[in-house]
């Protein structure tokens, strides 16, 4: 059974820090590029990074500087470090994998910037 669980949201005060964690299982984890999405109320879903099997990382240009992703193939985890957290940040942050023939979603998890 495949199963994404995302874990770290929360809220947090501008200029905060906050990392996410997307933990996996039931897939050959290695096998995947995993990403981070977002989605604010009433706006689209849109990619935040991408992380391939081999290391690789791509950021959007609107997310680089402040958004680091990692993966932690033996522990099956991917993350994505978050500074400088800014109220347009607050949005629920999706956990995707992805191979050449299967895609997967967590659940997501709400990340609330405001004092």
């Not at 081999?54 to 099956?76: E, H, L, Q």
Request: net charge positive.
């Amino acid at each position: 059974q495949v199963q994404l669980v995302e874990s770290g949201g929360g809220l947090v005060q501008p200029g905060g820090s906050l990392r996410l964690s997307c933990a996996a299982s039931g897939f050959t984890f290695s096998s995947y590029a995993m990403s981070w999405y977002r989605q604010a109320p009433r706006k689209e879903r849109e990619v935040v990074a991408v992380i391939t099997s081999g290391g690789s990382t791509n950021y959007a240009d609107s997310m680089k500087g402040r958004f680091t992703i990692s993966r932690d193939n033996a522990k099956n985890t991917v993350y994505l470090q978050i500074h400088s957290l800014k109220p347009e940040d607050t949005a629920v942050y999706y956990c995707n994998a992805r191979s050449l023939w299967y895609v997967y979603w967590g659940q997501g998890t709400q990340v609330t910037v405001s004092s």
